[in-house]
């Protein structure tokens, strides 16, 4: 902005000297009649300053244009009436007192400090340079005194704006890296903001957790009901069911490992439910069957054979038929079952 300024001056530094000798010489004219109405002497004055005004104005409006420009340039657009708004809490001295002794305030204020000596500085080093130019205008006529000065101005501008230059230079690139390194979160702001996207990582554990134990027992409210339970033979469970009514193929209506496997199987056996080991059936519908959907087209022709086994041993028991030999040989295809190559 300086510089800007500095600039106009120089590119009309003939025309300002005309129009300062001119508003100069009209301010100081005046005659009898202005003596006798005083109220001449106002109309007077607020033509001149009307006048310095027309000529102020203007290169005041360029200067305020250059630095908004320069603060664009240097951080962007950022429309906001927010630091128009009032802040009471401007007024309360405790927190007044708390920002001045901050870091970044104390920060600011030492280069402000700085920046002000060395422009001082410069000015006072340039001042005594040229000191005897100031005083020579004094014995010049009044057109070339004010021209004689805008010239030795321009020196002293142009300094300024170079120490001005480089402290930018210098300032705007920390600046920048300062207000970046605020804007980082730390660990627990991004802890913080984690949750508040995501939710509480403790509370969707327990809700994942309620949720398990409510499809657990489900599944084991549903045993009772089932066909027959494969099992391998203590590690894996899957409870079956099948209504050629109702249903398209048979449906899995629990499944489980482990311990879970175990609670199935008893409650089969209590329930009096067949529990057949078919270990890589077990598998193979543990690993690619959901439970309350129906089971994958590759294994239907295994659990067929086990149905139609079912089927036999439950009207054997009832009197209606011969006691089947025992359990076929499954056609479980090898890719389902994820233990085939392991066991291979």
Known sequence: MIAAGGALLVAFASDLGGW????????????????DDPSQM???LAALVLRMLAVVVPLGLVMSAVALAAGVAAGGWNWTLKPLAPKFSGLNPIAGLGRMVSKQHLATTLK??????VLGAIGAFWLRAHVAEFADALTRPLPVAIAHTLDAMV???????????????VDVPLQRKLMLDRLKMSHQELKQEHKEVEGNGEVKAKVRARMREIIRRRMIAAVPGADLVVMNPTHYAVALKYDDATMAAPRVVAKGADLLALRIRDIAREAKVPVLEAPPLARALYAHAEVDQEIPGPLFSAVAQVLAYVYQLRAAMAGRGAMPAGLPDLAVPADMDPHAGRAA
């Open 42 to 44: 106002v109309e007077r």
């Open 112 to 117: 402000a400090c700085l920046l002000a000596l």
């Open 155 to 169: 020196g002293g501008l142009a300094l300024l704006a170079l120490a001005l230059g480089v402290f930018a230079a």
């Open 20 to 35: 300062l000798q001119q508003l100069l010489a009209d301010g100081l004219r005046f005659d009898r009649h202005a003596l």
